[in-house]
């Protein structure tokens, strides 16, 4: 079945510095790639999305490419801000597009 | 515009019990999914809801049952609550059978004590 794995969390930044949290799928056939993020109390939020091979999805400075070839889509910013602390989600979803597959979330928190 | 609507945000049921939540699709979407997120993890998917059928399943026990409405909304039932369905409960609705974009609701968080 499909799978999602992410890096664990938490990850601690300064504002400012670089971002890249990792994401790996395992599916079959062609599926579309997703970030969501889940600010403190709240439900899920589209960040960026792809939905083939080489698409790069981007989003308020966050950024995404499909990699078929690693199977990855690992999600970057080059300069992270206090506001940008919440609990970011990899998701895939099937051919059909009926459920997604939600990686374990992994947490990050930017400090001033 | 509303965007997904669910209730109630909070509920505390004991071991055995019966639960309903409830859940408002966005303006225009008529496909609602629901799924299971425990504390620390990521949501589980549980069902579907399409033209008032239940489209796919995930891996849950027939404890949890759904319906959908004319109207789109729909509910999510679980009986014999067990202390591990402690969880919150997210409501998705996107628009027909294409791989477009779901939005969520706030979701309901449950404890069984």
């Known amino acids: 079945g499909n799978s999602v794995t992410q890096m664990e969390g938490p990850v601690t930044l300064s504002e400012e510095a670089f971002l890249t949290i990792n994401c790996t799928y395992t599916?079959?056939?062609?599926?579309?790639l997703f970030w969501y993020v889940q600010y403190p109390g709240e439900g899920l939020q589209l960040l960026l999305k792809?939905?083939?091979?080489?698409d790069k999805g981007s989003n308020k400075g966050f950024e995404a490419t499909y990699r078929k070839e690693t199977t990855s889509f690992h999600l970057e910013k080059g300069s992270v801000q206090v506001s940008d602390s919440a609990v970011y989600f990899c998701?895939?979803?099937?051919?059909?597009?009926?459920?997604?597959?939600f990686g374990g979330g992994t947490r990050l928190m930017v400090k001033p | 515009d509303a965007g997904v609507t669910q209730s109630p945000t909070h509920l505390i049921k004991t071991r055995g019990q019966q639960v309903t939540l409830r859940c408002s699709p966005k303006?225009?979407?008529?496909?609602v999914s629901w799924y299971q997120q425990a504390l620390g993890q990521g949501p589980q998917f549980i069902f579907q809801?399409?033209?008032?059928?239940?489209?796919q399943r995930g891996n849950f026990p027939d404890r949890f049952s759904g319906h959908q409405f004319p109207n789109y909304s729909s509910e999510l039932n679980v009986n014999a609550l067990l202390l591990g369905d402690s969880a919150l409960y997210l409501c998705?609705?996107?628009?027909?059978?294409?791989?477009?974009?779901?939005?969520f609701g706030q979701g309901t968080r449950l404890t069984v004590v």
């Open positions: 998705a609705s996107s628009i027909g059978q294409l791989n477009t974009e779901a939005f």
């Open positions: 792809a939905t083939k091979a080489d």
């Open positions: 998701a895939l979803s099937d051919n059909a597009g009926n459920m997604l597959t």
């Open positions: 303006s225009g979407h008529d496909t």
């Open positions: 599916a079959t056939g062609y599926p579309s």
């Open positions: 809801y399409y033209e008032e059928e239940e489209r």
